[in-house]
């Protein structure tokens, strides 16, 4: 009996450990495709090039899930989808900011991508770091999952009530005065360089600071969905690989999508309702309910959707209203 324990132990490692190269594989390959192959010019992006880059990045996370099922079962593939979902909804604000950080200091469309793709670089290496010490925090204090979903309740309740307010200006940030206090900070765009080196002297690009911008922006909002996606499961596997597939289509959906995020009113309350949904999910089973990983996939499929199809709806009757007039 102790035999054949040992056995599927092992096989349940090595399984593991086999997923693990693949998935590093398909990162590394799909990195070096969006460097040099599908952007290997400084140019403003096309819509249907876009396109065709953000179906291929959606159907190579599909796949993948795919995958998943056949080698861990369809219940660990549902949390997959869930919480690929769930990151690519939440990615959706960080559309909203790259645009904003882009217009405000002044970034050309045909330098956007080379701030993206090393901002993505960064991105992958932080989730990383903080999912490998979420999970560590968790094995060892398992009640840290109660103050997650404390916090996400907070957060989702919060996103529904508080109203956005004005932008602060770039130059009164505290990241430009601080930075403005150790280097030459230019104005002026110096080809697609971050930094260059002039009498001497070390000058910050616009491109650097909206690089550090976008980083920090991706770490705030990772307090928000990865907190979420422990909540949907605490395997490291699911919880790392639907972060890095829904991140690495992100450059190609800013592309994509940039120009009309704003059109979509009811994204915002359809992603606090995901949020207090999931934060939810941890308490119900003390009150006899339990929610399958199928139910959560297709709640927040649900919601996402809805909140889209209805902020398309509104805008269109919008329009029809300013054309009567």
Not at 37 to 61: G, M, Q, S
Not at 102 to 110: L, N
Not at 283 to 299: N, R, T
Request: charged letters at 15%; aromatic letters at 16%; hydrophobic letters at 55%.
């Amino acid at each position: 009996m102790e035999t054949l324990t040992n056995f599927f132990t092992n096989h349940a490692v090595l399984s593991q450990n086999w997923m693990w190269t693949i998935f590093g594989i398909s990162v590394i390959v799909l990195l070096f495709l969006d460097l040099c192959v599908f952007n290997r010019k400084n140019e403003e992006p096309h819509f249907w090039h876009t396109l065709w880059i953000c179906v291929f990045y959606i159907v190579i996370a599909l796949i993948f899930g795919v995958f998943v099922i056949y080698e861990e079962g369809v219940e660990k593939g549902m949390l997959y989808f869930t919480g690929y979902l769930l990151e690519k909804s939440l990615s959706l604000d960080n559309i909203f900011v790259m645009s904003v950080v882009f217009s405000t200091i002044g970034v050309p469309a045909k330098y956007q991508h080379r701030v993206l793709f090393w901002g993505i670089l960064g991105a992958l290496v932080m989730r990383g770091i903080m999912i490998f010490l979420g999970e560590a925090l968790i094995s060892r204090f398992h009640w840290v999952l109660y103050i997650f979903s404390v916090f996400l309740i907070y957060t989702g309740i919060k996103m529904l009530t508080v109203k956005e307010g004005e932008a602060t200006p770039f130059k009164e940030t505290k990241l430009y005065k601080t930075l403005s206090k150790f280097f030459h900070v230019t104005h002026e765009l110096h080809d697609q360089h971050f930094m260059f080196k002039e009498d001497g002297h070390w000058h910050i690009t616009p491109l650097f600071f909206a690089l550090i911008i976008i980083e920090t922006m991706d770490v705030i909002f990772a307090f928000d969905s990865i907190p979420a996606i422990f909540l949907i499961t605490q395997d490291v596997f699911i919880v790392y690989t639907s972060n890095i597939f829904a991140i690495l289509g992100l450059r190609a959906l800013y592309f994509l999508l940039a120009a009309i995020i704003n059109k979509f009113t009811y994204l915002k309350p359809a992603l606090s309702i995901i949020l207090i949904f999931i934060g939810c999910k941890i308490f119900l089973p003390h009150f006899g309910v339990k929610i399958e990983a199928w139910q959560s996939l297709s709640v927040t499929f649900a919601v996402l959707l809805g909140g889209m199809l209805l902020s398309i709806y509104k805008d269109h009757e919008k329009k029809i209203a300013v054309d009567k007039k």
